[in-house]
């Protein structure tokens, strides 16, 4: 008899917003960025095709509205897969439900599969970092495994993207141990994750007003600074002319190479806190 998929013990709705909850930006023509609540998600492949994909799987209990917004999209087709850059609460929120419906795979790191089937808990979350309001609840976040069973499977070797066609993706950990970011050279495309974001993710008035703002990875959640600094180099080095992240709006052009070049050169004192269980 099959495994049963189940989410961890301490999955709930939390209710947080941000005035971006509910809107879609096409980034590219085949780029389609969507916020739920205070996280994003991306649907890449050109609207109306009958090849699709589903990056990351929004808050918990939003199945019926990631449905409704890939519906508007391509109709009636489904993606072929669901491919995570991680597997935090609020970016595997719905997943169980959407895999149930549309009968896909879902694709993560190799490092990450321990922590959706069941068998790792992430760190702790660390309301006692340096932040704001959303730092101090982060106590409330869920960090126990959800368990895809044998519905996940590993990300291709060879750096290849199952279903994205000239995208490669790239081990960028710190936030978590198999946190993946995917890249399209020919237009310099990059699909982030929570590797960096462009909102300052522990405020809470810049949660939610959007306020754009190029920072590092969640510190709420970031157990490894080390890591997350040398991923986010890594990222710069790629030039990126566009960047859609897990947080925030997504930026191009000036506004984010600036905006990286910042956050690498003060990466210490713009994305590190000041004091919090993870330093060191």
Same mark, same amino acid.
């Given at each position: 008899?099959?495994?049963?998929?189940?989410?961890?013990?301490?999955?709930? *709705?939390?209710?947080?917003?941000?005035?971006?909850?509910?809107?879609?930006?096409?980034?590219?023509?085949?780029? =389609?960025?969507?916020?739920?609540?205070?996280?994003?998600?991306?649907?890449?492949?050109?609207?109306?095709?009958?090849?699709?994909?589903?990056?990351?799987?929004?808050?918990?209990?939003?199945?019926?509205?990631?449905?409704?917004?890939?519906?508007?999209?391509?109709? +009636?087709?489904?993606?072929?897969?669901?491919?995570?850059?991680?597997?935090?609460?609020?970016?595997?929120?719905?997943?169980?439900?959407?895999? +149930?419906?549309?009968?896909?795979?879902?694709?993560?790191?190799?490092?990450?599969?321990?922590?959706?089937?069941?068998?790792?808990?992430?760190?702790?979350?660390?309301?006692?970092?340096?932040?704001? @309001?959303?730092?101090? @609840?982060?106590?409330? *976040?869920?960090?126990?495994?959800?368990?895809?069973? +044998?519905?996940?499977?590993?990300?291709?070797?060879?750096?290849?993207?199952?279903?994205?066609?000239?995208?490669?993706? #790239?081990?960028?950990?710190?936030?978590?141990?198999?946190? /993946?970011?995917?890249?399209?050279?020919?237009?310099?495309?990059?699909?982030?994750?929570?590797?960096?974001?462009?909102?300052?993710?522990?405020?809470?008035?810049?949660?939610?007003?959007?306020?754009?703002?190029?920072?590092?990875?969640?510190?709420?959640?970031?157990?490894?600074?080390?890591?997350?600094?040398?991923? /986010?180099?890594?990222?710069?080095?790629?030039?990126?002319? @566009?960047?859609?992240?897990?947080?925030?709006?997504?930026?191009?052009?000036?506004? #984010?190479?600036?905006? #990286?070049?910042?956050?690498?050169?003060?990466?210490?004192?713009?994305? @590190?806190?000041?004091?919090?269980? =993870?330093?060191?």
């Amino acid at each position: 008899m099959e495994k049963e998929m189940k989410y961890g013990d301490d999955y709930k *709705f939390i209710p947080a917003t941000s005035i971006g909850n509910g809107v879609g930006v096409e980034v590219l023509s085949d780029i =389609y960025c969507y916020t739920i609540q205070i996280v994003n998600i991306c649907l890449f492949g050109e609207k109306d095709a009958d090849d699709f994909v589903l990056i990351d799987a929004g808050m918990p209990n939003s199945a019926e509205e990631i449905i409704k917004v890939t519906e508007s999209r391509y109709g +009636n087709r489904q993606p072929r897969a669901i491919i995570l850059t991680h597997g935090h609460f609020d970016h595997v929120g719905a997943i169980l439900e959407l895999v +149930n419906y549309w009968n896909i795979p879902v694709y993560a790191h190799e490092l990450e599969i321990p922590y959706l089937t069941g068998v790792k808990s992430y760190p702790e979350p660390d309301p006692s970092v340096e932040g704001g @309001v959303i730092a101090k @609840v982060s106590g409330l *976040f869920p960090n126990e495994p959800i368990d895809l069973t +044998n519905h996940v499977k590993p990300l291709p070797a060879d750096g290849t993207v199952p279903f994205m066609a000239d995208f490669k993706w #790239l081990h960028t950990p710190g936030h978590t141990d198999g946190h /993946v970011s995917f890249f399209r050279e020919k237009d310099q495309t990059l699909i982030v994750g929570d590797a960096f974001v462009t909102v300052k993710q522990d405020a809470l008035y810049k949660v939610f007003t959007q306020e754009v703002e190029v920072n590092g990875p969640p510190r709420y959640f970031t157990p490894d600074w080390e890591a997350s600094r040398k991923s /986010v180099e890594k990222l710069a080095e790629l030039n990126p002319i @566009v960047a859609v992240t897990g947080h925030g709006q997504p930026v191009s052009g000036e506004g #984010l190479k600036t905006g #990286l070049k910042r956050l690498v050169d003060g990466f210490d004192n713009i994305a @590190v806190p000041d004091h919090g269980k =993870y330093l060191n």
